[in-house]
């Protein structure tokens, strides 16, 4: 039986040659990862962490360029490429809506979030959470649900997303190039460059956007042009659709969208409906956006206002272009190599990408593969592979600090030092054997689109935090208990959707779930919506029914008192002091470490420490310059004009694709 032409333009098999074994590709894949490491030890050469001005005060020192890159980069992983691109190559434009609602919400996170956050003092977000509210339940509660999406979303998706590159440029099982991602990482990890990750992140961000313009140019020269994109991609559509006992496939399941370039789907028949799109991913962006750590902290490192919001302005337009870089490319890709990506037989998909319920996920890495020349396409895999592990890195790090600090120390009250090191490290091993054991299940969910599984974990599991958040900061009457509840409740209304879910598969379109309707009929966007709703009012009805927070806690703490020059009393005020004590203690513990232990603890980047203890005077001076919120007059309303303008090309947009 003759193979049809299309399918020979990539199907892996044995005979085809391995498209990253050339001496151009290998030698800049090489000379990147060199570059990078020199950055990162030059960084750690450069800093001063142990010092008062290295270890705080650069905390204030980032200009709004890195800022807006460092954003960009922080939100824009490999997984965005693979899971962009697959679900454009199955859905259409719509999924650029996702990156589109960012213009909105970094104008939200940069005006109205920041500002709290820097009078505040904070540095993380439990401990805003903390001042706000008083009490060890919400900060505890935030750890574990963090360390739950970091497992479910972020660590498996960029595993799995960094595999398929891996998978695709050298013909290997998944598996096997999951394992030689975490070997890299492990060595990334140890030869540090964590020192320098704004200036990394800056750096691959620049590279990216450099690699992923040349590929958009020759995608788009491969299919003639804009109109003819337009044209072929309703056209690309599988010739391989009967099963061996000569049922037809159903039609929907392998024809593109009628739909595929509007943004505003029906909302009841959509896939994703324009109530869903605006409201429920709103909902979604302002959790990730102005609530998680890895962002919010990008912002306190500015500067002044002025840069946080002109950095927050710059990631606004960079988030313009994933629709032109990866929406399109992922849909060009449909229409090259239409057999493979467009598959719908389970069997014939496992042949071209080892899992059965639909190939999309390789439409971005495909292209790099097929369409760059020798050299730039080494350029794009290790871009690629490079912003993959400086972000599991930094979610390694962040999430074996949540477990040591917020729960670790909970259990082992009296924990040593070295014996919190072990706990930190046996954690992450932990939490690399549990998101490779949900591999699986994250290659069959949400019809095998990378993208909407992320999307629909965090609409499950997100809400919650985004209502507490928002209400914290903008309804002064809000209380403890009525956070706490809100959040426990909406836990359990969205993990019982979430269990329900995977325990009936999301099915595809060639093998539906059969999940309830009641359960899984409601669209995740819409779920985000009822979610947040139903939180919000159980918040604020606990609070109202419970004693509220004397204003004397709450100065510069929500929205009404943003401005209060009065001295804030913090709650819980006594255990804060306690841990500054306990801190203390441990930089005393760290000098007696012998010569080459300190050598080797800053070779690895194991330093992290402890602020050296600080005069009244400079306490003072910090927390004045950890707490202003002035800005140039001038320099104010150049950025707050470029904010409306941000808006305006917002509206555009959309308007423009609806």
Not at 49 to 63: C, D, H, I, Q, Y
Not at 638 to 645: F, K
């Amino acid at each position: 039986m003759s193979t049809p032409p299309s399918i020979t333009t990539g199907a892996p098999s044995d005979d085809k040659p391995i498209p990253i074994n050339n001496p151009a590709d290998i030698s800049v894949i090489v000379i990147y990862f060199v570059v990078v490491l020199a950055v990162g030890i030059w960084a750690m050469v450069r800093t001063s962490r142990g010092t008062v001005g290295g270890f705080f005060l650069a905390g204030r020192s980032m200009v709004w360029w890195p800022i807006g890159a460092s954003l960009f980069a922080s939100n824009i992983g490999s997984g965005h490429f693979v899971g962009l691109a697959g679900t454009a190559a199955a859905g259409g434009i719509v999924i650029g809506g996702f990156e589109w609602n960012a213009l909105v919400i970094v104008v939200i996170l940069g005006w109205m979030f920041v500002p709290i956050y820097v009078k505040a003092g904070v540095v993380t977000m439990p401990e805003y959470l903390r001042k706000r509210f008083g009490g060890d339940r919400i900060r505890i509660y935030l750890s574990v649900l963090s360390l739950l999406l970091y497992v479910f979303t972020k660590i498996s998706a960029d595993m799995f997303s960094g595999a398929i590159f891996i998978q695709q440029a050298m013909r290997i099982n998944i598996y096997i190039a999951i394992v030689m991602l975490l070997l890299i990482t492990a060595v990334y990890t140890v030869t540090g460059g964590l020192a320098a990750v704004i200036y990394t992140d800056t750096l691959q961000t620049i590279i990216m956007l450099v690699g992923s313009f040349i590929l958009m140019g020759f995608a788009f020269n491969k299919v003639g042009g804009y109109e003819s994109f337009m044209e072929k991609y309703m056209k690309a559509i599988p010739t391989d659709v009967i099963y061996d006992d000569g049922t037809r496939v159903n039609e929907k399941c392998y024809t593109p969208r009628e739909d595929a370039f509007h943004i505003f789907r029906d909302p009841i028949t959509g896939d994703m409906p324009w109530p869903g799109l605006i409201f429920g991913l709103t909902i979604l962006a302002l959790w990730y956006w102005c609530t998680d750590q890895v962002i919010v902290q990008r912002c306190l490192s500015a500067k002044n206002m002025s840069h946080v919001k002109a950095g927050c302005i710059l990631c606004g337009y960079l988030k313009l272009l994933p629709m032109f870089l990866m929406v399109f490319p992922g849909m060009i890709s449909r229409i090259l190599y239409t057999e493979e990506i467009a598959c719908v037989l389970p069997e014939k998909c496992k042949k071209y990408c080892d899992t059965e319920v639909g190939c999309t996920n390789i439409a971005y890495p495909k292209m790099v593969i097929d369409l760059m020349p020798d050299g730039l396409r080494g350029l794009m895999l290790s871009v690629m592979l490079a912003s993959l592990m400086s972000s599991l890195t930094s979610i390694f790090n962040s999430a074996s600090t949540l477990f040591t600090m917020d729960i670790y120390t909970k259990i082992r009250k009296k924990a040593s030092e070295k014996e919190l090191m072990i706990a930190g490290r046996v954690f992450i091993l932990f939490l690399i054997g549990v998101s490779i054991a949900w591999v699986p299940i994250l290659q069959s969910a949400q019809s095998g689109q990378l993208f909407d599984y992320m999307q629909s974990i965090t609409s499950y599991l997100g809400p919650p935090i985004a209502s507490v958040f928002f209400l914290a900061i903008f309804v002064k009457r809000v209380n403890e208990p009525g956070a706490f509840w809100g959040l426990i409740i909406g836990l359990v209304i969205g993990l019982s959707r979430m269990i329900a879910e995977f325990a009936y598969g999301t099915g595809s379109c060639v093998n539906p779930s059969n999940c309830p309707k009641i359960i899984c009929g409601v669209h995740y966007l819409y779920f985000a919506i009822i979610l947040f709703v139903a939180t919000s009012i159980i918040v604020l009805a606990v609070s109202f029914m419970t004693k509220p927070i004397a204003d004397k806690h709450l100065h510069r703490l929500c929205w009404v008192l943003r401005n209060s020059k009065e001295e804030r009393e913090d709650l819980d005020a006594n255990d804060w002091v306690n841990e500054e004590v306990e801190e203390y203690e441990d930089v005393e513990q760290e000098k007696k470490q012998s010569c080459w232990r300190k050598s080797y603890n800053w070779f690895c980047g194991f330093e992290d420490k402890k602020a050296p203890k600080l005069s009244e005077e400079e306490k003072a001076a910090l927390e004045s310059k950890m707490t202003d919120t002035s800005e140039t007059p001038l320099w104010r309303n150049v950025v707050n004009i470029n904010g409306i303008i941000l808006l305006a090309v917002a509206v555009f947009c959309h308007g423009y694709f609806a």
